[in-house]
């Protein structure tokens, strides 16, 4: 069974084992990036998941196991962080 080592920027590494035929990753599905994928974005669009193709530089981890591609990222931060969503209570109440 042909098996391909992999390393991580952040450290992590194993092994990519393919049965039978071999078969490339698909490349990252961000622009300009061909490094191969070992990621795909968990971001769920309606009732399916995003599933691009991504590289460890541009899967974000947002827990274990999932990871979302920049743009869902982004979408993430700005809307689906509930941890911020009541901080600034009192803006916006300038009376003078
Ligand atoms: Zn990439
Ligand atoms: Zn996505």
């Known amino acids: 069974m042909p098996c391909t080592p992999f390393q991580l920027p952040d450290?992590?590494?194993?092994?990519?084992?393919?049965?039978?035929?071999?078969?490339?990753?698909?490349?990252?599905?961000?622009?300009?990036?061909?490094?191969?994928s070992g990621f795909q974005c968990d971001y769920r669009v309606g009732r399916k998941r995003c599933?691009?193709?991504?590289?460890?530089?541009?899967a974000h981890e947002v827990g274990p196991d999932v990871h979302f591609c920049p743009e869902h990222f982004a979408l993430w931060k700005r809307e689906g962080a509930p941890v911020q969503a009541s901080i600034d209570f009192d803006a916006g109440?300038?009376?003078s």
């Open 11 to 36: 450290g992590t590494h194993g092994f990519i084992c393919s049965r039978g035929r071999r078969r490339a990753p698909p490349p990252c599905s961000v622009d300009g990036c061909d490094a191969s």
């Open 51 to 58: 599933d691009r193709h991504l590289c460890a530089a541009h």
């Open 93 to 95: 109440s300038e009376t």
